[in-house]
T-cell receptor, first 114, second 114 residues
Framework: QKEVEQNSGPLSVPEGAIASLNCTYS??????FFWYRQYSGKSPELIMS????GDKEDGRFTAQLNKASQYVSLLIRDSQPSDSATYLC??????????????FGQGTTLQVKP | GAGVSQTPSNKVTEKGKYVELRCDPI?????LYWYRQSLGQGPEFLIY????????DSGLPNDRFFAVRPEGSVSTLKIQRTERGDSAVYLC????????????FGAGTRLSVL
């Protein structure tokens, strides 16, 4: 079992729709969770971080965390073609407290069609 | 600087050669990370520095890989006797502190070993 799992997609949504991206993780002691956006040929860009159960909203983005289910998601409202990218879920686990190691999923490719 | 700077942006080398990849982190960031990203995959952790010392080098694939950060700022990733399987994008990231709000990535160095 991979430490952080994402469906590679592609996930295709029409412009204006809600895109829902999901991620599961295996380390129950994980503490911090991040979503990165990566455009083709570019470096990952941090877009959201979440540390406690529940929802965290930032503009059109909402991160959701459920530690009991070991599940984190990212919702993108009013999706735009410019949101088309690969979204990487990253987890900071209990073993990372002294190491700084982020564990990444393989990423989900999102396509927003005009 | 304003962001994480990596040089060169592209490096083509022949099998068996030695290469050095440079990373200049965000000013004031004490934590520095190296990751490797293969096509279609998320970044894979290589090594983490807190200040001048390597706090965790568990991700280095073998002893051909080595990294230094002698003055606690710029870091160099060194690869000896390169192999075709070393071809990937090498990403550097920095954060204000370990476990801080997130890691910020440079544009990466695309290494191609022929």
């Amino acid at each position: 079992q991979k430490e952080v799992e994402q469906n590679s997609g592609p996930l295709s949504v029409p412009e204006g729709a809600i895109a829902s991206l999901n991620c599961t993780y295996s380390d129950r002691g994980s503490q911090s969770f991040f979503w990165y956006r990566q455009y083709s040929g570019k470096s990952p860009e941090l877009i959201m971080s979440i540390y406690s159960n529940g929802d965290k909203e930032d503009g059109r983005f909402t991160a959701q965390l459920n530690k009991a289910s070991q599940y984190v998601s990212l919702l993108i409202r009013d999706s735009q073609p410019s949101d088309s990218a690969t979204y990487l879920c990253a987890v900071w686990g209990v073993n990372s407290s002294n190491t700084g190691k982020l564990i990444f999923g393989q990423g989900t490719t999102l396509q927003v069609k005009p | 600087g304003a962001g994480v700077s990596q040089t060169p942006s592209n490096k083509v080398t022949e099998k068996g050669k030695y290469v050095e990849l440079r990373c200049d982190p965000i000013s004031g960031h004490t934590a520095l990370y190296w990751y490797r990203q293969s096509l279609g995959q998320g970044p894979e952790f290589l090594i983490y520095f807190q200040g001048t010392g390597a706090a965790d080098d568990s991700g280095l694939p073998n002893d051909r890989f080595f990294a230094v950060r002698p003055e606690g700022s710029v870091s160099t990733l060194k690869i000896q006797r390169t192999e075709r399987g070393d071809s990937a994008v090498y990403l550097c990231a920095s954060s204000l502190t370990t476990g801080g709000p997130g890691q910020y990535f440079g544009a990466g160095t695309r290494l191609s070993v022929l």
